[in-house]
């Protein structure tokens, strides 16, 4: 950022104070951008510097966005350090977390290399709020900056909100947009929530375990401590480990940014400005055309934009676009005078169930293509109401609509139109491979039908499997299930004769235990003699004696049988 053009940036704002006057920019041929800081309050003046920017747009710079101008520039950590206001907390678990980051400079460097673009945000909404510095330091411990960051329990983004969480906040999570992982607004509902759990319960530490355990968990165990007269705070709560961990993590983190040089820790310069601004534009744009226009890599596009879930950003959303400041002078200027299509992308939503490649055939469109851009598994159709992505051609020319763009759904089932539900247990040496080929189905099914991962299987562990009706697959799913219950019929048997403690015979798979009896003999040994029958359907003969040699101490229950 050039601070010459900066300057003339503000001088014309005081100018245009002085005449109170704001100006609109007219369309483009594509339609107009207009830039704006990521701060959501009233501007300090709409500026309109034509040597930088074209006629077309707009940029507005608001009075926290140019403070900085008006001093020494700062190092970001220093106004982190001015503004810390929690209780420290002390203890072996601080110390051990404390060496545990400090010990790895290479995960720290990478954690506040991400951290540089969203830092002065972050800060400026706590200052604004009058809540403590610290907080900024949060996402290196929930999601080590990253925005595209998920947990196991589905917590995405930096402030790693889950889902119902999410909603609370009125993050929006659909199928174009998850706004847990935006920037502005997951920060925000962030510090909404953390506030709210600070008036909840009048101390940062139990709000912080709050924030990861959740406000009931924490609710029980101070009510727990207070029936059994022991204190309630942090320290002495009962608490999972992962929890019994969050706190010391945030003030190991404070601790090295507090004094860098005593843990052999350097620490970056972050200038204390913004570092990015917002652009919203009223048309649909690819999102890799959106970083060609602002000279950016696709990957630093989406660090600053991660919240698009499809490749293409929609105008009827309102859709607010962070830029580094001299990026988004390229963008605006190159939106607004770019002659090509902005958008490769359409979308339809199909009335009823309908396979891929059914949809894909009508509309013309190849399969994979659809497969891929909406991330339909193989073996899967869609149901009915759901809304696809298509490439743009013909009829199915135009920008995505308003409505779809709030309320678009993509729902599926197993593409098996004749097939029923069947519920089996793993066996010892069970996988998900071995399960779907004695059934007939493929592998990727199995695991989607049971949103598996991986392949590994637990001994006795439902899966559901929707088995073919007809054809080979129906022969083959039908042997497995005579097999299985066959199976099972036996491990009940054994189960019984060993809860009645009868002994068995080497007599074979075909047959049943009838009697059990013992001859002795001179030489003191003993001739044990088990006779069977057999089972039901079996085509051994009636009756078969079956004898074994053992010494004087052996005892009916040291035959084996089957």
């Known amino acids: 950022m050039k601070i010459g053009r ?78 810390f206001a929690m209780t420290d907390l002390e203890g072996t678990l601080v110390d051990d977390r404390t060496q545990w980051y400090a010990q790895r400079p290479e995960y720290m460097e990478r954690m506040v290399g991400r951290s540089s673009r969203y830092l002065y945000h972050i800060v400026e909404e706590l200052e604004q709020r009058k809540m403590p510095t610290e907080l900024a330091l949060l996402p290196f411990v929930e999601s080590a900056f990253n925005p595209q960051a998920q947990s196991t ?32 607004a997951s920060t925000d509902a962030a510090l909404d929530y953390l506030a709210r759990l600070y008036d909840m319960f009048g101390d940062w530490h139990l709000a912080l375990a709050a924030y990861n355990w959740g406000e009931g968990a924490v609710s029980r165990a101070i009510a727990r401590n207070q029936a059994r007269g ?38 970056p310069e972050i200038p204390d400005h913004p570092y990015f601004v917002t652009v919203t534009t009223s048309r649909d744009i690819d999102v890799n055309l959106a970083a060609k226009l602002a000279d950016m890599s696709v990957e630093e596009f989406k ?51 309908e396979r891929v490649e059914s949809l894909a055939a009508r509309l013309n469109v190849d399969a994979d293509t659809l497969r891929e851009i909406n991330s339909i598994p193989k073996g899967m159709r869609l149901k009915a109401g759901s809304t696809v992505m298509i ?43 071995s399960v ?18 991986g392949t590994k299987l637990v001994a006795g562990q439902s899966l559901v499997l929707m088995v073919p009706v007809r054809g080979a697959g129906a022969v083959r799913a039908a042997r497995a299930e005579r097999a299985d219950r066959a199976e099972r019929a036996e491990r009940a048997e054994r189960s019984e004769q060993a809860s009645r403690k009868e002994p068995a015979g ?25 006779e069977t029958s057999p089972r039901r359907g079996a085509k051994t003969p009636a009756v078969a004696k079956v004898s074994a040699k053992t010494t004087t101490k052996a005892s009916a229950k040291g035959v084996k049988a089957r």
Not at 396 to 418: F, K, N, R, V, W
Not at 506 to 530: I, P, T
């Open 6 to 83: 900066l300057l003339a940036v503000v001088a014309c704002a005081a100018l245009l104070a002085a005449c109170a006057s704001t100006p609109t920019p007219p369309e483009g041929a594509d339609g107009a951008a207009t830039a704006q800081t990521a701060r959501r309050q009233d501007p300090l003046n709409t500026l309109s510097d034509k040597s930088a920017l074209s006629s077309t747009s707009t940029i507005n710079v608001d009075q926290g966005g140019l403070d900085w101008l008006r001093g020494p520039s700062n190092d970001i950590w220093d106004r982190i350090r001015r503004g």
């Open 153 to 184: 329990a589905k917590a995405a983004g930096m402030w790693q909100f889950i889902p119902s969480t999410g909603k609370s906040y009125n993050l929006k999570q659909n199928m174009f947009r998850d706004e847990r992982r935006d920037v502005l």
């Open 230 to 267: 022991l204190p309630t705070d942090y320290a002495s709560l009962p608490m999972p480990n992962e929890t019994r961990y969050y706190v010391p993590k945030l003030q190991a983190v404070k601790n090295i940014i507090a004094n860098p040089a005593a843990y052999g820790v350097k620490l």
């Open 303 to 353: 660090a600053l934009n991660p919240s698009f879930n499809r490749p293409v950003i929609l105008g009827a959303s309102n859709p607010q676009i962070l830029l580094p400041f001299d990026n988004a002078e390229r963008f605006q200027y190159n939106l607004n005078t770019y002659r090509g299509g902005l958008s490769s992308w359409a979308a339809v939503t199909v009335d009823s169930r």
């Open 391 to 433: 490439p743009r051609s013909g009829r199915h020319d135009q920008d995505i609509s308003a409505t779809l763009a709030d309320s678009a759904m993509l729902a599926m089932e197993p593409d098996l139109p004749d097939a029923r539900r069947v519920v089996v247990r793993a066996g010892r040496r069970d996988t998900v491979t």
């Open 436 to 453: 779907a080929r004695r059934y007939g189905v493929s592998t990727g099914q199995v695991q989607s039908w049971n949103k598996l991962s």
């Open 506 to 530: 080497k007599a074979g798979k075909d047959a049943r235990v009838v009697r059990v009896s013992a001859k002795g003999k001179s030489d003191g040994r003993q001739r044990v003699v088990v």
